[in-house]
């Protein structure tokens, strides 16, 4: 079993930024690839991004490319996604969750993940 708590989740204009962070119980940390989703009212949950393991590799969902950075830290069980040049459009509730398929691959199906927190909401006015 592993919990997970968002936070840095807050209020900004379009072109800011903020950091959300991704609190992760228990020492198994480290032994799953980690993603990010979001879901904005009325739509479906959808992949924001992924990181192996190690950190070594990432995948973002086209919108959020050269904007958007996933991170990790394994000493601290935390997983960070970097937010820049945030637009309207990016509004919405952001989730962090385990990628429970694992394997040498990451996954963008919302099927392949678990463990999810409660979501932290992140608004951007225009």
């Known amino acids: 079993q592993v919990q997970l708590v968002e936070s840095g989740g807050g209020l900004v204009q379009a072109g800011g930024s903020l950091r959300l962070s991704c609190a992760a119980s228990g020492r198994t940390f480290a032994s799953y690839h980690m993603g990010w989703f979001r879901q904005a009212p009325g739509k479906e949950r959808e992949f924001v991004a992924a990181?192996?393991?190690?950190?070594?590799?990432?995948e973002y969902t086209n919108s959020v490319k050269g904007r958007f950075a996933i991170s990790r830290d394994n000493a601290k069980n935390t997983l960070y996604l970097q937010m820049n040049s945030l637009k309207p459009d990016d509004t919405a509730v952001y989730y962090c969750a385990v990628d429970l398929w694992g394997g040498l691959y990451l996954h963008r199906a919302y099927s392949a993940y678990g463990y999810w927190g409660q979501g932290t909401q992140v608004t951007v006015s225009s």
């Open positions: 990181i192996s393991r190690s950190g070594g590799s990432t």
